[in-house]
């Protein structure tokens, strides 16, 4: 198993620019997220789903979506990118059944928008 | 909505003494607590987990505990070595492996 894979790796964007990070699991978990970090405020979540098709908003999801068209995929759009959009974003993934708590963490993804 | 706190930002500790990191929560529906370690470069990695119905859980050189009347959690290293090194974050949640709220993280360095 690859586990949880993103790409890319780091991303420089200006000011205005749109991309699109890519998530992808090959666990069959049902619940993905997408957090971001930034010195001294450890993760804050942005987007998770609990299952093909439906997603819901975290604690900081203004300027980004999130669509999970399958169980695997569950990519983080940046509609217009944002200076204070520069961080370290992690996709994670679990699975959604009493008695399995862990989220296993993707590589991540540096991105600076200038 | 839920605030986990975390105490201290960062620790130094000579290498075979103990480690201490110490979390509180404020919603008192959270009731699963794992701790993650996080390496310079790379992704958090669960080290060690408890839920609400259980004091106390012990995984060879580290354990943690969790008060729930006082709302806290704590992270303790025994027989520190140099690879224990690393950003440690405590998280709280209401559904086991969902929607975590991480605490700011503690800066651990263990001196030889």
């Known amino acids: 198993n690859a586990g949880v894979t993103q790409t890319p790796k780091f991303q420089v964007l200006k000011t205005g620019q749109s991309m699109t990070l890519q998530c992808a699991q090959d666990?069959?978990?049902?619940?993905m997220s997408w957090y971001r970090q930034d010195p001294g405020m450890g993760l804050r979540l942005i987007h998770y789903?609990?299952?093909?098709?439906?997603?819901d908003q975290g604690e900081v999801p203004n300027g980004y979506n999130v669509s999970r068209s399958t169980t695997e995929d569950f990519p983080l759009r940046l509609l217009s990118a944002a200076p204070s959009q520069t961080s370290v974003y992690f996709c994670?993934?679990?699975?959604?059944?009493?008695?399995?708590?862990?989220?296993?963490f993707g590589p991540g993804t540096r991105l600076t928008v200038t | 909505g839920e605030n986990v706190e975390q105490h201290p930002s960062t620790l130094s500790v000579q290498e075979g003494d103990s480690a201490v990191i110490k979390c509180t929560y404020s919603?008192?529906?959270?009731?699963?607590f794992p701790w993650y370690k996080q390496e310079l470069g790379k992704r958090p990695q669960l080290i060690i987990d408890?839920?609400?119905?259980?004091g106390e859980k012990k995984d060879q050189r580290i354990a943690v505990t969790l008060n729930k009347t006082a709302k806290h959690f704590s992270l303790h290293i025994t027989e520190t070595q140099p690879e224990d090194s690393a950003v440690y974050f405590c998280?709280?949640?209401?559904?086991?492996?969902?929607?975590?709220?991480f605490g700011p993280g503690t800066r651990l360095s263990v001196l030889p």
């Open positions: 919603d008192s529906a959270s009731n699963y």
């Open positions: 408890i839920r609400s119905n259980v």
């Open positions: 994670a993934s679990s699975y959604v059944l009493a008695g399995e708590g862990e989220q296993y």
């Open positions: 666990m069959n978990h049902e619940y």
């Open positions: 998280a709280a949640s209401k559904i086991y492996g969902q929607n975590f709220v």
């Open positions: 789903s609990v299952g093909a098709g439906i997603t």
